[in-house]
């Protein structure tokens, strides 16, 4: 039949574009992902638990497919998850995977992970990345700023 993609949302409030704040894969855990509106505000924190693949690229390596309104999808049948299996001579098999992805206006980003990823909105200064922690602070009204003109 092949691969179908889906809209996911990993939380409400998920839908509309994203630029990437951070992607980094730990290989004892899985992979964590960490996306903003393109409006800034709150950082949207996804983890993919027991991720065994991952892979980034431009956007516009996938219009087939992804350019469409979601920044966040799922891909049943997936041709990637049934090439791991392949190349592992089974084991990893396709079945024990699902295929996670997220388009963002930076690139895209795709999980194999095989447990449902946890997601929670943070503040930018909990993000993981440390500029974009150091981009909130100097955001941030400094107290003698606010008093100035009283």
């Known amino acids: 039949m092949g691969e179908q993609y889906e809209a996911w949302q990993p939380l409400d409030g998920t839908a509309g574009e994203f630029s990437i704040v951070w992607f980094e894969h730990?290989?004892?855990s899985g992979a964590v992902l960490e996306?903003?509106?393109?409006?800034?505000?709150?950082?949207?924190?996804?983890w993919f638990d027991d991720a065994i693949a991952?892979?980034?690229h431009p956007h516009d390596i996938l219009m087939l497919h992804w350019w469409e309104s979601h920044?966040?999808?799922r891909v049943r049948e997936s041709s990637w998850a049934g090439w791991l299996e392949r190349e592992s001579q089974g084991i990893w098999p396709a079945g024990g995977y699902t295929h996670y992805g997220c388009k963002t206006v930076d690139g895209c980003y795709e999980v194999l992970a095989n447990a449902e990823p946890r997601?929670?909105?943070?503040?930018?200064?909990?993000?993981?990345?440390?500029?974009a922690r150091t981009e909130a602070k100097q955001a941030e009204p400094s107290a003698a700023a606010d008093r100035v003109g009283m």
Do not use: D, M
């Open 119 to 131: 997601a929670e909105w943070i503040a930018p200064e909990l993000s993981l990345n440390s500029a």
């Open 71 to 73: 920044s966040f999808y």
């Open 54 to 56: 991952f892979r980034q």
């Open 35 to 46: 996306v903003e509106r393109l409006g800034g505000g709150s950082v949207l924190r996804v």
């Open 26 to 28: 730990r290989p004892a």
